[in-house]
């Protein structure tokens, strides 16, 4: 069965970095849509970054610039370098794959979820 599972959460501080990783297994990694989102307690989530088959990436306006998103298909892995942290993005940080990328941020019915890994920036 597919399962994602993240990592690289914690804390950190304002100006700082980190870098999240998401391995998969039990899916055709090398050609899906894969993603970020986060969730801030309160609020729905939202999309962070998306990178497809080809690599081609996509960020939310609010971390374009000091994100970045990649990934090693040999190792099934999906990462997010952080850099330059500020308090507001603090947040659980989930990985989602598709089988492809459509419009956005747009995840379709048979789409996959981590769990998600709190990431604390004070």
């Known amino acids: 069965h597919v399962q994602l599972v993240e990592s690289g959460g914690g804390s950190g501080q304002a100006g700082g970095s980190l870098r ?22 309160g609020k729905g989530r939202e999309g962070v970054a998306r990178i497809d088959g080809d690599g081609d990436q996509l960020y939310a306006d609010s971390v374009r610039g000091r994100f970045t998103i990649s990934r090693d298909n ?25 089988e492809y990328c459509t419009q956005g941020f747009v995840i379709g019915t048979f789409g996959y979820w981590g769990a998600g890994t709190q990431v604390t920036v004070s």
Not at 24 to 31: K, P
Not at 75 to 96: F, G, H, R
């Open 20 to 41: 999240l990783s998401c391995i998969v297994s039990g899916y055709t990694f090398s050609s899906c849509c894969m993603f970020w989102f986060r969730q801030i307690s």
């Open 74 to 98: 040999a190792k099934n892995t999906l990462y997010l370098q952080m850099n330059n942290l500020k308090p507001e993005d603090s947040a659980v940080y989930y990985c989602a794959a598709d």
